[in-house]
């Protein structure tokens, strides 16, 4: 659901392309009040149920109502998240590791909300290598993509059930999918259940997950976030606060409404599979706020446990402030 491979577009020595500077910001000055307001927000990948609430707010005129026209864009070979540092664009959609490491090297990138309250992602198996534990993961092939933290979340989870980490063989299966992956020797991968998960269930491939943040607190980092740049917040709070608003409607109306939601998605991106589409936002919907008092709410502890686990696993070369990586002043009260 995130395109992980896409974070390897690391912010350090990157050069930022203009793949979407046709979709830039189209008026980034503060405007009068009852203007309508032209504005884009970059998706981290293709379609799906962690972005639903963008197009329930669409469709719904949540985003009318607050003067904005919106357009929905798909990422093309920039990463979103660089244009956002670089102000091309106002908005995207990335995740706490990909915007930490940024402000490590210095981009100037804010998360304004969190899409999903808690981390869905984990270590997952087909049910056949009876993989149920991260002890087992020993002697197992782990399919990765090359990414900071993998081996780092991997070495934290079989190190925490007591197992030995270094007895885990890690190969880069690239652009492979889980489903391919693990017919081709693949043990294990790093996936969301909410949609490789239900995806492989709905194939008649069903699996074993180990949840990364039922193993250390510090896991339960937020992925997918909304984020916006240090420019915009100070420059233009209002489009900030209104933007943040709409799309706070749209989330909470998809928490409550998973299956006319899934059909909004399945409007706005009908090349996607109907049913995974659905069975997804079924399982995804009360996750968005979950335990939160508003959907969006970030937590100081996530960013401070995280960013220190990052450091701790010398992923990041820098330690980084978390109390300025986030906000939760753009959010609608509770």
Known sequence: MINRRSLLAAFAGTTLTVALAACGDKDDKPAAAGTVRKIQVALDW???????????????????AHNLDVEIVQPGDADPASLVAADKIPF???????????????????????VIQHNTSGFASPKDRNLTRPAQYAGKTYGGYGGAIEEPLLKTLVKADGGDPDKVKVVNV??????????KGIDFEWIFYGW????????????????????DKALDFYTPILITNEKRISSDPQLVKDFTAA???????????????ADILLKAAPDLDADLVKKSQEWLSPKYQDDAARWGEQKDTVWTDFSAWLYDQKVLTAKVDASKAYTNEFLPSA
Request: net charge negative.
């Open 46 to 64: 293709t379609p799906n149920t962690n972005h639903t609430g963008l197009y329930v707010a669409q469709a719904k005129g949540y985003f009318k």
């Open 92 to 114: 995207a959609i990335s995740a706490q590791e990909a915007l930490t490491q940024a402000r490590a090297e210095g981009a100037p990138l804010v998360s304004i909300a969190a």
């Open 174 to 183: 690239g652009e492979a999918d889980f489903l391919t992956a693990t017919k």
């Open 196 to 215: 490789d998960g239900v995806n492989a269930e709905l194939k008649g491939a069903p699996v074993n997950i180990q949840y990364v943040k039922d193993y």
């Open 247 to 261: 799309v706070s409607q749209g989330y909470t109306y998809a928490a409550k409404n998973a299956s006319e939601s």
